[in-house]
């Protein structure tokens, strides 16, 4: 059940970045062209009769403009809750419509996260259309290298982070298969649309470089992270065409890449514990059980279970910083405790920190060799970075130690489907599917390495 505040933001909201999008210099016509992408042409022809093929047809522009304004009114009336600091409660993906003639963006929450539902299109020094075309940036908005893009969101906005990424791709259920959630419906080369679920509408603007070459438009697109791998790269996601997964890497500064914004963060008001207990089952709220260990760590500050599983409560409510502390502690504690190890790899995995969630992997399974999803989680932080031969090796372990464990397949013919080897991966989509024939994620991409095939 939703609040009036949330229900009214479902229908639709306003969510404009006061940023003005790029426009050619000394063009009369950039004015008209904010009603919308879809109104461009229209607008220039209003603004230049000359453009129009006849007063008959310059009258039709006229009332199709004043349709147009009409909408936008009426949506202005309907859309009274603006994408701002109320929406910081998690709630179903809902875009939230630009029709602001003030040139904005469209928005969409996803989670606790608000995005900018389309690339950015500030003209910063330094950024660029693809090829140089102006029809590109209206398209697929413009590109960037890391330090104009560090500078270029709007007030309010900002370059989202690799762990912001991480959080995004963690709603839509991982990183495998969330370019297939988040890629738009159109304008992928080949199969490579996507189902556009969340509202993300991600589109394929290729990448350039600082010599002035672009390439790959239609097929890949690569966005900015504001996090640094060093004084030199930084780190990117990308999306292809023919993948379902979203990856991550990381480039030289000077690339040309995307950008999506991400909303700042409203300060957060201290929100009341949840006390309610379901008497049917007698279970416990996340904020009950929180408060137990507190109250079992008060009493017993060496209390390393206690820790271990706060540390616990908080990663499933998504407080991977709390939690790495209190995994942290249970550790300081108990240094053979092989499951906080497990756990704490666990919440830097989901954090996108991919080295020290293989360090911890690692010791897990020195304490505890037998641990087959130890070597699952370690080798799917493998296959993250891009190291599939030692993916792999993980995920022979894991169902050398777990035969029936179909996820081990999956992920393993995720694996040799990105070394290229379409028919071990092949055989592990059938064997995932044999274990669990409902796996809907083996299907698609059994689907999917098929059509590539043909």
Not at 46 to 73: N, T, V
Not at 229 to 256: C, E, F, I, T
């Amino acid at each position: 059940m939703y609040s009036d505040t949330t229900t009214t933001s479902l229908a639709c909201s306003l969510c404009v970045a006061y940023r003005t999008k790029a426009k050619p210099a000394a063009s009369v016509a950039a004015n008209t062209k904010n009603l919308h992408h879809s109104g461009a042409k229209l607008a220039k022809k209003l603004s230049f009769p000359s453009f129009g093929k006849g007063e008959q047809e310059q009258e039709q522009g006229k009332e199709e403009l004043e349709k147009m304004k009409k909408a936008i009114i009426l949506l202005a009336m309907l859309c009274v809750v603006a994408c701002d600091d109320r929406q910081a409660k998690e709630s179903p993906a809902q875009v939230n419509i630009f029709t602001d003639p003030s040139d904005g963006y469209k928005c969409v929450q996803i989670g606790k996260q608000i995005w900018m539902a389309e690339n950015l299109n500030y003209a910063a020094n330094g950024s660029k259309c693809y090829d140089n075309n102006y029809d590109n940036c209206e398209k697929y908005g413009r590109l960037y290298n890391w330090n104009d893009a560090m500078e270029a969101c709007p007030k309010g906005w900002h370059l989202p982070s690799v762990e912001e990424w991480e959080t995004l791709l963690n709603f839509t259920n991982g990183y495998r298969f969330a370019g297939k959630k988040l890629k738009a419906k159109n304008g992928w080369g080949n199969i490579g649309n996507g189902t556009d679920e969340f509202g993300f509408s991600a589109l394929p603007g290729g990448n350039g470089s600082s010599d002035g070459s672009f390439y790959d438009v239609g097929h890949y697109g690569t966005w900015w992270s504001a996090t640094e791998y060093n004084a030199s790269n930084a780190y990117y996601r990308l999306m292809y065409y023919d993948y379902n997964n979203v990856r991550r890497g990381n480039s030289n500064k000077s690339s040309l890449f995307s950008v999506r914004c991400l909303k700042d963060k409203a300060k957060e008001s201290p929100a009341p514990a949840n006390t309610f207990t379901d008497t049917r089952d007698g279970k416990k709220t996340a904020a009950e059980l929180i408060s137990s260990y507190n109250e079992a760590i008060r009493l017993n500050p060496n209390n390393a279970e206690a820790y271990f599983r706060r540390g616990f409560e908080y990663s499933k409510e998504g407080d991977y910083d709390k939690a790495i502390s209190d995994y942290n502690e249970a550790i300081r504690l108990n240094p053979n405790f092989a499951e906080a190890y497990y756990n704490r790899g666990s919440a830097y995995d989901r954090k996108g920190d991919y080295d020290r969630a293989i360090s911890n992997y690692n010791e897990a399974i020195r304490l505890n060799p037998n641990n087959a999803y130890a070597y699952l989680w370690r080798g799917n932080a493998y296959e993250a970075k891009g190291d599939y031969d030692r993916a792999i090796s993980d995920y022979n372990e894991a169902i050398r130690l777990n035969p029936n464990n179909a996820y081990a397949y999956l992920w393993r013919g995720n694996a040799y489907e990105a070394k290229g080897d379409y028919n071990k991966a092949i055989a592990d989509y059938e064997s995932a599917l044999r274990i669990d024939h409902n796996n809907s994620y083996a299907r698609e991409a059994l689907e999917n390495i098929k059509r590539r095939k043909q």
